[in-house]
T-cell receptor
């Protein structure tokens, strides 16, 4: 069965600090996708990134970067120079890549608070 | 707004009533997913539909819950005889397909269901 674990329930940092959100996953599939979504206080879900299991290159998008380590089944998310607007709940998710439902399995989420 | 549209944004029902939640996918998307988010928890998959077909309903409670995605019109998640435990945020997501792979799911803003 697929499972996603976000061990950090809550993180609080001061603005401009770097912060890393951890995500560990379990799957028997050899081909799968990993995702990060952001849920700001307003409640909507914002898609941030999708990664397939064959692409272990790290990715950077502005202040956001993702570190995919297949050997440790981790897909960690780092925010550099955090800002108050980064305050949100962040969800890591996993889906199979084969034909079929491709439903997302979400972690419990990490509530990130950036203090001014 | 070309995104996934869910309505209503907030829905209040008394125990025993019926709740109908609507979701219009993004233009060109033919795959719809429903997820439920209980308070302080991550999202849990409920059902995956394509036009006029339920593909995977493995996350749907066996009783009182049903979903449809007709040829014309929005997808509907229906909850009959609601109970307090149905209080949650219900998110709809849609995606399209390129070859054998579903593309990333884009989420609506959710419907917050409150049961009195």
């Amino acid at each position: 069965a697929q499972k996603v674990t976000q061990a950090q329930t809550e993180i609080s940092v001061v603005e401009k600090e770097d912060v890393t959100l951890d995500c560990v996953y379990e799957t028997r599939d050899t081909t799968y996708y990993l995702f990060w979504y952001k849920q700001p206080p307003s409640g909507e879900l914002v898609f941030l990134i999708r990664r397939n299991s064959f692409d272990e290159q790290n990715e950077i998008s502005g202040r956001y970067s993702w570190n995919f380590q297949k050997s440790t089944s981790s897909f960690n998310f780092t925010i550099t120079a955090s800002q108050v607007v980064d305050s949100a709940v962040y969800f890591c998710a996993l889906s199979e890549a084969m034909q079929g439902a491709q439903k997302l399995v979400f972690g419990q989420g990490t509530r990130l608070t950036i203090n001014p | 707004n070309a995104g996934v549209m869910q309505n209503p944004r907030h829905l209040v029902r008394r125990r025993g009533q019926e709740a109908r939640l609507r979701c219009s996918p993004m233009k060109g998307h033919s795959h719809v997913y429903w997820y439920r988010q209980l308070p302080e928890e991550g999202l849990k998959f409920m059902v995956y539909l394509q036009k006029e077909n339920i593909i995977d309903e493995s996350g749907m409670p066996k009783e009182r819950f049903s979903a449809e995605f007709p040829k014309e019109g929005p997808s509907i998640l229906r909850i009959q005889q609601v109970v307090r435990g149905d209080s949650a945020a219900y998110f709809c997501a849609s995606s399209t397909r390129e070859g054998p792979i579903n593309q990333p799911q884009h989420f609506g803003d959710g419907t917050r269901l409150s049961i009195l």
